[in-house]
């Protein structure tokens, strides 16, 4: 069974933990305590060397990066259902293509942002830092242009590579349930009604729903 390092309530292992239920594949969590700093002592930096969560260890193969390991996950494992998260350059150049290009979006134009919004909201309060108030303003402002990018993308498709779901769309979801939770409605919000529909679509799938507070 592969072997899934990481901290349960991270939005990266809960990323590649999502791959793992789209695909029902098993793993075995081994829970790596970021609170204790786990993650940067020495046996985890000698698989990690950058020290983040989570990696992978499939049979002596030790993979990190979620959106790698996402990956590594579809090509090797996936059965003939699942090929559409990953579209291939042979078989479908075009849709290989609108593919790459999403990835791209939720890594330039989604991740950055979000990563930096949750530092501010969220992650400050367990250094005892103050938010910055008006760098959450302007990293609003941001996502909701973002955001109305999306919106244009998604009136001309159901998802953001095409009319199926794919990685790009899955890789999201961490990151948009946190928005969420945060008390922010930029996913669902009726002046974006496209981008509310996607929202919905892909954050109902069960793969999600099991993985959605913890790996």
């Not at 579209?87 to 979000?114: C, H, I, K, W």
């Not at 998802?159 to 199926?164: F, P, Q, S």
């Not at 996913?187 to 959605?212: F, M």
């Amino acid at each position: 069974m592969i072997k899934l390092y990481g901290y349960p309530p991270s939005h990266a292992t809960r990323r590649a933990a999502l791959i793992f239920k789209e695909l029902g594949l098993p793993y075995e969590l081994v829970k790596v305590d970021m609170t204790t700093e786990a993650h940067k002592a020495a046996p985890y930096l000698a698989q990690q060397p950058f020290g983040q969560v989570p990696y992978i260890d499939d049979d002596g193969l030790v993979l990190f990066e979620s959106r790698a390991i996402a990956r590594y996950l579809v090509a090797k494992y996936a059965r003939p259902e699942h090929k559409a998260l990953m579209p291939t350059p042979a078989g479908d150049l075009e849709r290989f293509a609108r593919f790459e290009q999403a990835v791209s979006v939720e890594m330039s134009n989604f991740d950055v942002y979000m990563g930096a919004l949750s530092w501010e909201v969220i992650f400050k309060r367990y250094t005892g830092v103050m938010t910055d108030e008006a760098i959450v303003t302007d990293l609003l402002q941001t996502l909701n242009s973002k955001l109305d990018a999306y919106e244009v993308l998604l009136a001309k498709n159901r998802y953001l590579a095409g009319d199926e779901v794919t990685l790009a769309d899955l890789f999201h979801l961490p990151f948009g349930n946190t928005l969420g939770s945060m008390g922010y409605d930029l996913l669902t919000t009726s002046s974006r009604p496209n981008v509310s529909r996607w929202w919905k679509d892909i954050s109902s799938r069960p793969a999600w729903q099991a993985v959605k507070e913890n790996a």
